[in-house]
Nanobody, 117 residues
Framework: QVQLVESGGGLVQPGWSLRLSCAAS????????MGWYRQAPGKQRELVAS???????NYVDSVKGRFTISTDNAKNTGYLQMNSLKPEDTAVYYC???????????WGQGTQVTVTS
């Protein structure tokens, strides 16, 4: 069973940057569409960025131009570079394989991102 471990979150001020990491216990990034999801308090989890095995990316409008998704297949690790962070980016961030409206693996613990002045 693949395990996903997210890290890199923190408490930052608006305009700052963070880079999130997603370490997988298996070689999954080359075979799946991988995504970063987030869940803010009181809201449903949403997919904010995804990347195909051949490197095509897609972003939700609210993060376009600010977030960049990438993967390092050799390291079984995915990344989410987040720049120009806004308070509305505050959420717990998770990674997973995107399978339509579903995900491919059990959720990890996520990593908390808090943006506040």
């Amino acid at each position: 069973q693949v395990q996903l471990v997210e890290s890199g979150g923190g408490l930052v001020q608006p305009g700052w940057s963070l880079r999130l990491s997603c370490a997988a216990s298996g070689s999954i990034f080359g075979n799946n569409v991988m995504g970063w999801y987030r869940q803010a308090p009181g809201k449903q989890r949403e997919l904010v960025a995804s990347i195909t095995s051949d490197g095509r990316t897609n972003y939700v409008d609210s993060v376009k131009g600010r977030f960049t998704i990438s993967t390092d297949n050799a390291k079984n690790t995915g990344y989410l570079q987040m720049n120009s962070l806004k308070p509305e980016d505050t959420a717990v961030y998770y990674c997973n394989a995107v399978v339509g409206r579903f995900v491919g693996y059990s959720w990890g613990q996520g990593t908390q991102v808090t943006v506040t002045s």
